[in-house]
């Protein structure tokens, strides 16, 4: 009997049963953090789980990858925590570029505590040269008021940040704030958190803010209930949502949110999604976009949020603009209307009971009696029956979901995620090989 022989590969399994494909390290790494609200349990895995995967997945690809992943979360996917895991990998391994990565990543005056909490979860140490220098620039891209809204008392607080990182002031007035920073005497953020906690009036501040373009765009959204409550004037409130001041990083599922919690703003909330789906681009072909309503999408993004990742695949699935046919599976497949902005929304949620994973059965349906030029799929990749590969040239399998195995493989393009980046992605793609066929 022959010893020396070469093994197979064992197969893989979703978590419904169906053959998975393997995969890279890099496209594992990427499954696992796109999609990522860290230390959040999911339908089919704990977040303690996803999180070790991060770690043990980061060691097994380059510091380059590692690098450009947390950037990329960061700042075009709009995660906060998942990028902060991906640092600490770059800070185990040292060494050239973990400053620049760092200080690229971190957006938010709060990160750089996070991310010392988060290194110090073990026990503290020493911060290493390059996360010292990393943190110091970061640190120094903040002004008083983005350092004042986060002066808090949490476990690592900014002065002890400060301390720790040493940054080099840019000027005489920079230098003179950090002094503030080390005394705890910033400036007193104008925020509406630090107004109504004072006792002011909740109009009067809200307005004003509004007025002045203080409040945040995210922060307009989860205050709509409080405005509306407190008697703001509905025309300035409806203006600032239209206005989308820096909704840049804003997922699309928050708007679903804020229309669900104050329905009356719903045609205003409705037009500014729409508005921001029009300055998208419009996929050229016909269309056909898969989203998947079976039970495990029911399952909640995060431990204090009442949206579910079915919401945050059906607000994908109503940006796509162009030429476009929607259908969602569970048990079966089903065609909506292709409706944009809210009532897209609405029709896929509502479409058919959320149950059974059979995306096999709906993709060989499609590949079967429907014609298209570009099929995406949005779903968390845990099906029950064998996928087929798709008959369409241009092929999507978009994973709203950080489960360890996937189908979307092979001659599937992947993508992971559910900001509307992975749909400018698309366009990126095919322009890209649009480019290289006219070389």
């Keep these: 009997m022959r010893l020396n022989t070469a093994l197979a590969r064992p197969q893989i399994f979703t978590h419904e049963g169906a053959v998975a494909k393997h995969i890279t390290p890099e496209q594992q790494l990427r499954r696992s953090v796109l999609s990522c609200l860290l230390w959040e349990k999911e339908f089919y895995e704990d ?8 770690t043990d997945e980061a060691a097994k690809v380059s510091k380059e990858t590692v690098a450009a992943l947390a950037v990329e979360a960061r700042n075009v996917f709009g995660l906060r925590h998942a990028p902060l895991l991906l640092l600490l990998d770059l800070i185990r391994r040292g060494g050239p570029g973990v400053a620049e990565a760092i200080e690229q990543t971190i957006r938010r005056a709060d990160e750089p505590g996070e991310l010392i909490a988060l290194y110090w979860r073990n026990g503290k140490r ?3 040269k390059q996360m ?38 840019h000027d005489a007035e920079q230098e003179a704030m950090f002094k503030r920073v080390a005394e705890r005497q910033l400036v007193t953020p104008d925020t509406w958190e630090v107004q109504l906690s004072g006792g002011a009036d909740k109009k009067e501040t809200f307005e004003r803010l509004i007025r002045e373009g203080k409040l945040g765009y ?18 300035l409130v409806r203006q600032a949502i239209i206005a989308r001041k820096g909704a840049e990083l804003v997922w699309p599922f928050r708007y679903v949110a804020a229309a669900r919690v104050v329905p009356q703003l719903e045609p205003t909330i409705d037009q500014a999604l729409c508005e921001a789906i029009a300055s998208g681009p419009r996929l050229p072909g016909r269309t056909v976009v898969l989203v998947d309503v079976s039970g495990s999408m029911d399952a909640q993004l995060s431990g204090k949020s009442d949206m579910k990742r079915i919401d945050a695949a059906a607000s994908l699935a109503s940006v796509v603009s162009g030429d476009v046919r929607v259908f969602t599976f569970s048990e079966g ?20 009971p959320h149950s059974g994973t059979y995306l096999g059965a709906a993709i060989q349906m499609l590949n079967e009696t429907v014609a298209h030029d570009r099929l995406i799929v949005i779903t968390d990749e845990q099906s029950h029956d064998r996928v087929p590969d798709p008959v369409a040239r241009k092929a999507y399998m978009i994973n709203v979901a950080s ?17 509307e980046a992975v749909i400018r992605f698309i366009t990126e793609i095919e322009s890209a090989d649009g480019d290289r066929r006219a070389a």
């Design 47 to 54: 977040g303690q789980s996803i999180a070790d995967r991060i």
């Design 126 to 128: 020493p911060l290493s």
């Design 132 to 169: 010292k220098l990393g943190l110091g620039r970061a640190f120094a891209k903040f002004n008083e008021y983005a350092l004042a809204k986060y002066d808090r008392d949490g476990a690592v607080k900014l002065r002890d940040v400060l301390f720790l990182t040493h940054p080099k002031p």
């Design 218 to 235: 995210l922060a307009l959204l989860r205050n709509l209930r409080n405005m509306v409550d407190a008697g703001c004037d509905p025309d």
């Design 333 to 352: 497949i089903v065609e909506v209307p292709p409706r944009r902005g809210m009532a897209g929304v609405d029709a896929v949620i509502c479409s058919q």
């Design 403 to 419: 489960a360890k195995n996937g189908v979307g493989y092979g001659r599937w393009t992947h993508l992971d995620g559910f900001s």
